[in-house]
Each structure stands twice: as C-alpha cells, then as structure tokens.
C-alpha cells in the first residue's frame, strides 16, 4: 500500500533509485519475499547498481524513506523485522477456534530425527520464516553470540529429544566474517556442554567458502577489531561477506534440501493423512457448533 504523507520533489538521480528499488521490490515480493533496507541495499550492490560503502546504504535509506513518506513505495515492501508488536491470539466465537484452518499435528513425531533452523541475525528471520513454515521447522534468531540462558534451555530441550529416541539436528546460518565463522563453534561446544551429550549434529548451511565462490555476494573487508581477525585473514583473506546479501531463494533452498536429504517422505505424507482426516473431524464440529452446544445445554451432564 502506497501512501503519502509528504509533498517532496526528488532528484533525477533519487527518482532513477526509487524505480529500480520498486523493480526489485516487486521482484521479490512475486515470489513471496518481503525484503529488509539491508536486503534490498545489498541487491542494488550485487546487480552493480551502487557501491559497498555504508555511505551508499546511508543514502539508499534516506532515499527510501522519502519515498515512502512522498508515497512512492509501499509501505508493506520493506520491513522491520527486529521491532514489532506482540499480543495475545483470540476468536471472536467458539466455533471459530474449533475451524480446522488452525488445527496442525507434529508432522515429525513420525520421523528418526529432530531440526531446528538457527540463524545469526533477528533481521533475516522473514528470510527463513515461509520455508520453516512450510516445513514445519522449528526456528530461531541468535542474535549474534548466543546467550547462556537461550542455550540452557537449547541444551535441555535438545537433551528431551535425544532421550525420545531422535537425532538431533541444528542447522545454522550466519556472516562469513570472523565471527560469524566461531558463531559455529560456539553453539556446538555450548549446547553440547548444556545437553550433556556431543552428538548433536550442528551443521553450518551458510555461509559457507564454496557459496561465496559460487554466488559472488559483495564483499566486506573484515573487521580487524575482532579478536579472531588474523586466524580468519590468514583462512579467508581480508574480506567477509554478509548472509543477507544471498538472494533470499538460495537461503530457502539450502534448507529445504537439507531437510528434504533426511526426510522420510512415506512416514510425512501418512502424518500429513492423519492430520486432514483429524481436520474433517474438527471442520464438522466447527459446522454444527451452535446445534450441539444446544444439544449438550439441554442434556447436561
């Protein structure tokens, strides 16, 4: 939805932004994506439109954020996914909260091991969301290194599954940077010591050397602040590279195949059986709600 707010005139140079930011806003949001300013920023630097400078991404901001304002772009193109509104779910009817549109199972209960998708930063959980989603994947943002507390309950939680006969998956993402290299490290040797056990498999998806040799992302130079520099230069060299500069479809995909190499697809789609016929069962109760509500009034226990 494009709405004004304020008169402004733009430069020709900010309305060639604007244009190309719409293009590419559009682009993504055919195939479901909603982006964030990083996002975007980094598509305008992949497809050479501007340079990797933070001035440049300053400016792309600004430029963006008129626009929006002036009514230019739609507000629901860009979001931001680390600030929001939290509530309580409600129904405005029995009836309405027995619909089996709601009703799910645990399609993995059925399945020899358990997933969770662990990603570096809050911004890029929009990213992994709709594939999660569909997958039934639980999910979760780290926000960089890990706290002790969230790892606690990890290493508990993951404990739980484990005793209930399941191999423990975790499969995480995070920046090809100094850092978000060890983040890796740091979750194995945590959640391990809080589980009790090391046999958890902790797999990095991304991003990993052979993706950035393959999909070209823009590089950084590496933070030489960072205590784990010199390891990492001598590795890697002087560059790093962003997560949120991979288009969000390959970020999809490296976690559908990985789930999709270890899923037991004939025990999924029995589950997914049971879960419609459970579905049909609850849609028929939802449908006659107010005759039985009268029904049980009248003939009380």
């Not at 402004?8 to 932004?17: A, E, G, L, M, T």
């Not at 590419?24 to 996002?39: A, C, H, N, P």
């Not at 409600?90 to 399609?107: M, R, V």
């Not at 992302?217 to 991979?246: C, I, M």
Request: net charge negative; with cysteine; glycine share 4%.
């Amino acid at each position: 939805m494009k709405k004004k707010f304020v008169d402004k005139v733009f430069r020709r140079s900010s309305i060639d932004i604007i244009d190309k930011a719409n293009e590419i806003i559009s682009e993504y949001q055919d195939q479901g994506f909603t982006l964030t300013l990083r996002q975007l920023y980094y598509q305008f630097v992949s497809r050479d439109l501007i340079k990797n400078q933070q001035t440049e991404y300053k400016r792309l901001g600004q430029i963006v954020s008129d626009a929006r304002l002036a009514g230019l772009i739609d507000w629901n193109a860009i979001e931001d996914r680390t600030r929001f509104l939290r509530s309580h779910s409600s129904w405005s009817t029995p009836a309405s909260y027995l619909n089996a549109a709601g009703y799910a199972e645990d399609l993995w209960a059925s399945q020899p091991f358990y997933a969770e998708v662990w990603i570096e930063k809050d911004a890029l959980v929009g990213v992994i969301q709709p594939v999660c989603e569909e997958l039934r994947l639980p999910y979760f943002a780290c926000r960089g290194y890990t706290s002790q507390s969230e790892l606690y309950e990890a290493g508990r939680r993951l404990a739980s599954r484990s005793r209930g006969g399941k191999r423990v998956i975790i499969l995480h993402l995070g920046d090809h940077d100094p850092s978000g290299i060890d983040m890796t490290r740091d979750i194995t040797d945590r959640v391990s010591m809080f589980a009790g056990f090391s046999s958890i498999d902790i797999r990095r998806l991304a991003l990993n050397w052979e993706q950035v040799e393959e999909y070209s992302p823009p590089p950084n130079p590496a933070k030489d602040t960072d205590s784990r520099h010199a390891a990492y230069v001598e590795q890697f060299g002087d560059s790093s590279w962003e997560l949120d500069a991979l288009d969000p479809n390959v970020i999809s995909d490296l976690i559908r195949d990985e789930i999709d190499n270890e899923r037991d697809q004939d025990a999924w789609d029995e589950a997914e059986r049971q879960e419609e016929a459970t579905r049909d069962h609850l849609q028929a109760f939802a449908d006659r709600f107010d005759e039985l509500s009268r029904y049980i009034d009248e003939n009380p226990l």
